[in-house]
């Protein structure tokens, strides 16, 4: 048996919700190593456009010029924190759409209690699996993307202040 058999059967075990945390994690993921991409390519063209348009000006301690530093900085935020709130959202609906898994297959394990009166055990093992795979499924992805998540949110906060304290107002 293949690779891709073996995750069609996962995902059948899951059931529906399961595919919706697969779609969810690879947004994610996707939106992840774009950052990723973004950091170790782009960013270091964009801040140095920047800091050369700071540093051609001639008087940097005007309020003209505090008010222009402000624009720049706020700019480059934008830039450098893109993203960043959708993968957040994403980290926090993985254990949600888990937790709509548990729901759902606790539901078939009610429907099979009440058409056979609930003394078969066999087909109410199908609705506990079926809701316990998507929230390990859905806390899994949560881990992963949490962790990403916090190590772009470093890189994203050091960026920042690296930008902030390249943009001085020396002379």
């Known amino acids: 048996m293949g690779i891709f058999e073996v ?3 996962f995902m059948e075990k899951g059931g529906n919700v399961l595919w919706l945390i697969a779609a969810l994690v690879f947004f994610m993921w996707t939106l992840i190593f774009e950052r990723v991409w973004y950091f170790t390519s782009v960013w270091k063209a964009d801040r140095a456009v920047v800091v ?6 001639g008087e940097r301690k005007s309020w003209n010029a505090k008010k222009i530093r402000e624009r720049l900085l706020s700019e480059s935020r934008e830039l450098i924190n893109d993203n960043m709130n959708v993968i957040a959202t994403c980290v926090a609906l993985c254990p949600l759409l888990g937790l709509l898994g548990t729901v759902t297959g606790m539901i078939e394990v009610f429907n099979v209690m009440a058409v056979t009166g609930g003394g078969d055990a ?9 809701s316990t795979i998507p929230t390990m499924a859905g806390m899994v992805a949560a881990l992963s993307g949490l962790f990403a998540n ?12 690296l930008l902030t ?4 107002s020396d002379h």
Not at 52 to 57: A, N
Not at 122 to 130: C, L
Not at 150 to 161: A, M, V
């Open 122 to 130: 066999k087909s109410m093992a199908g609705g506990v699996e079926r």
């Open 52 to 57: 050369d348009s700071w540093e051609g000006r």
């Open 150 to 161: 916090t190590y772009l949110q470093r890189i994203t906060n050091r960026e920042q202040q």
């Open 7 to 9: 995750i069609l059967a």
């Open 165 to 168: 304290d390249q943009l001085t």
